[in-house]
């Protein structure tokens, strides 16, 4: 069975500084990996997503994440915080489901991330 | 907007009343899908549906009925709620079951 932790339910950063927000998966199957922002009150939207090939992806708003098979990692990082950052952030995974050709997508439990001025 | 619309964006209800919400995309996706999300708690799977079959019910209560007429359309029947089912209830698709989710922005359910 596969699963997601994030570390940390609520990271707290300035304005300016770097955000790391972190995600450590478990998969039996090389994963697709995903990162969602949720601002209040809306839906999620997808920021990046590792399916294959480069390990480095990035995403919208300035935020990256590195796929990390060795440490089973798929880290969320910006150099400088923004005041709209201010959001939740989930990693999910996604890999084969029951055997058969469909996927099943697991969400961590998020993380607040609250920028400072 | 995301390309997924759900309807009504907010909705208050009484425990007796029955009401739906209504979930549309137009975005060519074959799989759609119902959450829960409450305050401080993970996000919940409710119902999946792949090419208008349900796919998964994780041991939803019957109070919540999901209904699929096409693979652009997904309702979510309530009746008799409780409390406790006060959430922001979120609708998403995607081309292939388990991948690419689009969500949309969600309705805001509250059981009085």
């Known amino acids: 069975a596969q699963s997601v932790t994030q570390l940390g339910s609520h990271v707290s950063v300035s304005e300016g500084a770097l955000v790391l927000l972190r995600c450590n998966y478990s998969?039996?199957?090389?994963?697709?990996l995903f990162w969602y922002v949720q601002y209040p009150n809306q839906g999620l939207q997808l920021l990046l997503k590792?399916?294959?090939?480069?390990?480095l992806v990035k995403g919208i708003n300035g935020f990256e994440a590195e796929f990390k098979k060795s440490e089973t990692s798929f880290h969320l990082t910006k150099p400088s915080a923004h005041m709209s950052d201010a959001a939740e952030y989930f990693c999910?995974?996604?890999?084969?489901?029951?055997?058969?050709?469909?996927?099943?997508?697991?969400f961590g439990k998020g993380t607040l991330l609250t920028v400072n001025p | 907007e995301t390309g997924v619309t759900q309807t009504p964006r907010h909705l208050v209800m009484g425990m007796t009343n029955k009401k739906s919400l209504k979930c549309e995309q137009h975005?060519?996706?074959?799989?759609m899908y119902w959450y829960k999300q409450s305050a401080k708690k993970p996000l919940e799977l409710m119902f999946v549906?792949?090419?208008?079959?349900?796919?998964e019910n994780n041991s939803v209560p019957s109070r919540f009925s999901p209904e699929c007429p096409n693979s652009s359309h997904l309702f979510l029947h309530l009746h008799t709620l409780q409390p406790e089912d006060s959430a922001l209830y979120l609708c998403?698709?995607?081309?292939?079951?388990?991948?690419?989710?689009?969500f949309g922005s969600g309705t805001r359910l509250t059981v009085v």
């Open positions: 998969s039996s199957v090389p994963p697709y």
């Open positions: 999910a995974v996604s890999g084969p489901h029951s055997g058969g050709s469909n996927y099943k997508l697991t």
């Open positions: 975005l060519g996706h074959n799989a």
């Open positions: 590792y399916t294959t090939g480069a390990t």
């Open positions: 549906y792949n090419f208008k079959e349900q796919t």
């Open positions: 998403a698709s995607s081309q292939r079951q388990g991948l690419g989710y689009t």
